[in-house]
């Protein structure tokens, strides 16, 4: 053993257990022991370097490290190498961002009790790794569960608080350079002037730790901030007024981002208004952003009734426009054609415009998954997404945050694991999604003394919970059956007279005497000729489909035998049953971890347990009972008998709105 890993066994022993804190995440805690190391900086001015060499000097208990700045091609602007060697590490970058990355994989390194005795080089996959936060400027945020938004805009651009540089930390620890602002149901406010210096506030606070300001913009803002008779992306007039509004941006903030836009989709203005396409509308935004350096991300989740499937609009209105765009947009896709939801097959936009530069975009927070009541660990769900899209055919991966301004950042504790995940998997969509789930648990609620065991059931709780979550709301397929407006509960009936049809459960479900789902095949919607052939091949025959994307394909008859030799009633009510079983299991294993954890997490993460099983329980009665009235088939003998009559869940009314989390007072209150 290199003589430093004995030292760094030795001080990992020293620091022993700490009490957790949900408000530190993964970040080192304070050592009570061992001596500082040397760290020898390069000659740089930069602040990132600054803030590298200081995170190493306040925490690294290893061998002395000495860091290098020098150009190498092979490290791109982000990457970093580590050469151990008897004197110590050579931690050597080519940019003051990656010795900033390295010195974070050191001290992760160290957190989780690993050692660093041969030379690595980690280069991040993609330049562009970044953040969506859907806040509002009145501080509410659009979907978020973790209290409001951590942008204090009326204290911006005076007070300071200290969790702006904090937030920046953590993103930096994990590899997150980019992160837009606001809410992409976009108030032209936040270009005007008073704005854009809180925002070049918060800009200069991030820049220290490699991360760029980004913000997302209403296309109609010339008309709304400055009295522009039109937002026409080829009306001269405004593209000069988005000229001259970037000069101005890159005035304040010299290194911003660039814009992301939600255009023509639910309500949003965009070029379309003017009778102009999508590309049309990026590239004049493009164009302004261009001498800058700045990028446009253009979001491609629309659904204007371009067909009757809702799953295909997407694609029909931009599949055409491949090789319009500007080299400097990114079409941002949603991972699903629909909409986030627990499982969805990939967007077949994916692949689908080979001259046109792509990103993925995933939803960390929980709007479909629990909100912060839940325990869904969603790494499994971005790795699966992978297995469909290879990581080389898209540019970038964008993450809707899950952060609020609560103590703990992120409402369940757990859900800071879904945080730490998109960005281990945005540097690296290799990484293993149990791999990550033990190192998230190492650096945060494990204790040292902690039995390997205990703790591998914990990984292994993380590592099924968003299948269970699918289970237990929508298995096989199965998607939207959720309470309109705050989606958290189960409403396979809902009924909103005047709502758009594809807003509401029937018209995914389908339910029917005949059977259950959508029909997507070259017979139904057709949906399946989107994917290459190969795979739409698989796709539209039930008997190939992958059970997971049953009806969602497929509109199935109650009493088909599927491959496990059950019809789809019986094969349908045991995936609930599961998801159900899953999370009392949890509950045990959670029981077990008991004495090597901090109590109030404990009690916490208890709590929200308890929750998520009644509310396990409460989809499955609904949806079983809801679609049993078309099966008129009895449940299996090995699946529970329902606790609550059809009656009863149809009058649950959790009365909250979509911003919102229901408390577990008014869960209780309810069920
Ligand atoms: C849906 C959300 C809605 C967002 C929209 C979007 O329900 O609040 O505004 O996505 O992504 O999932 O634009």
Redesign the pocket.
């Known amino acids: 053993m290199n003589r430093y890993l004995i030292s760094l066994a030795a001080i990992i022993c020293a620091i022993g257990a700490w009490a957790y804190d949900g408000t530190k995440l993964w970040l080192p805690q304070q050592a009570t022991g061992g001596t500082s190391p040397e760290i020898t900086s390069p000659k740089s001015k930069d602040s990132v370097v600054a803030v590298a060499v200081g995170e190493l000097r306040d925490s690294w208990h290893g061998a002395p490290v000495k860091m290098v700045l020098k150009k190498d091609k092979a490290l791109g602007r982000d990457g970093f190498r580590i050469i151990p060697s008897e004197g110590g590490l050579t931690l050597s970058a080519s940019e003051p961002s990656g010795l900033l990355y390295g010195a974070y994989y050191l001290l992760r390194k160290q957190d989780s009790g690993q050692s660093v005795d041969t030379e690595i080089t980690d280069v991040p996959r993609y330049d562009l790794r970044i953040l969506n936060h ?1 806040d509002n400027l009145d501080g509410t945020i ?2 978020g569960y973790a209290g409001h938004s951590l942008w204090k805009w009326d204290e911006l651009p005076d007070v300071e608080s200290p969790r702006y540089r904090e937030y920046a930390r953590v993103n930096a620890s994990i590899g997150i350079n980019g992160t837009v602002l606001n ?3 976009a108030s032209s406010k936040i270009l005007s002037h008073d704005y854009l210096l809180k925002v070049a506030k918060l800009a200069d606070i991030f820049r220290h730790y490699g991360i760029r300001v980004y913000l997302s913009v209403n296309f109609a803002s010339p008309m709304q901030l400055d009295g522009l008779s039109t937002a026409d992306p080829l009306d001269k007039g405004v593209a000069k007024w988005w000229k001259n509004k970037a000069d101005e941006v890159y005035s304040l903030i010299p290194d911003f981002g660039g814009f992301l836009v ?1 255009a023509n ?2 309500g949003q203005p965009g070029p379309c208004d003017f009778g102009r396409s999508h590309a049309d509308g990026a590239n004049m935004l493009a164009e302004a952003l261009k001498p800058h350096g700045g990028i446009v991300m253009w ?1 491609s ?1 629309v659904y204007s009734p371009s067909d009757p499937d809702r799953a295909k609009q997407a694609y029909v209105e931009f599949e055409p426009l491949d090789g319009q765009f500007a080299p400097n947009v990114i079409v941002q896709i ?1 991972n699903g054609p629909v ?2 939801q627990p499982r969805e097959p990939y967007s077949p936009l994916f692949g689908a415009m080979p001259a046109t530069k792509q990103m993925a ?1 995933f ?1 960390v927070t929980q ?2 998954l629990g909100h912060s009541n839940h325990i869904a660990y969603l790494a499994p769900m971005w790795k699966e997404f992978f297995e469909y899209v290879s990581p080389e055919s898209i540019s970038a991966v964008a993450g ?1 945050a899950n952060v609020g301004d609560d103590s703990n950042w992120t409402g369940h504790p757990f859900a800071q694991a879904n945080w730490y995940a998109f960005g281990r998997l945005a540097w690296n969509p290799d990484e293993d999604a149990s791999t990550i789930a033990r190192e998230w648990l190492e650096l945060t609620v494990v204790e040292d003394d902690m039995p390997e065991n205990v703790k591998s059931g914990l990984v292994d709780m993380m590592v099924t919970s968003r299948e269970a979550v699918v289970d237990y709301m929508m298995p096989m397929g199965l998607h939207h059956l959720f309470a309109f407006g705050h ?1 958290y509960g189960p409403e396979p009936w809902c009924d909103v007279p005047g709502a758009r049809p594809d807003w509401l459960p029937k018209y995914y479900h389908r339910a029917d005497s005949a059977g259950l789902g959508f029909d997507r095949t070259l017979s139904g919607s057709g949906a399946v000729s989107q994917y290459p052939d190969s795979l739409a091949g698989v796709l539209n025959d039930a008997d190939q489909c992958p059970e997971e994307f049953l009806l969602w394909f497929h509109h199935v008859p109650w009493n088909k035998t599927l491959k496990s030799g059950d019809t789809m009633w019986n094969t349908l009510c045991r995936h609930y049953e599961s998801g159900y079983d899953a999370v009392k299991r949890y509950q045990s294993v959670w029981d077990s971890a008991k004495p090597y954890v901090d109590e109030a997490l404990h009690q916490d993460v208890s709590r929200r347990l308890i929750a998520q099983a009644r509310d396990a329980r409460w989809w499955k009665d609904a949806c079983l009972l809801y679609f049993q009235q078309y099966s008129n088939m009895p449940f299996p003998k090995d699946v529970e008998a329902p606790e609550h009559t059809l009656d009863a869940m149809k009058k649950v009314n959790l009365g909250i709105t ?1 911003y919102e989390s229901p408390s577990m007072d008014s869960l209780d209150a309810v069920r």
């Open positions: 859907w659009e979907r809410n992409v149901n939600k989709s639910e979001r989740f949603k909409d986030f975009e939803q709007e479909y809707v989606h979509n």
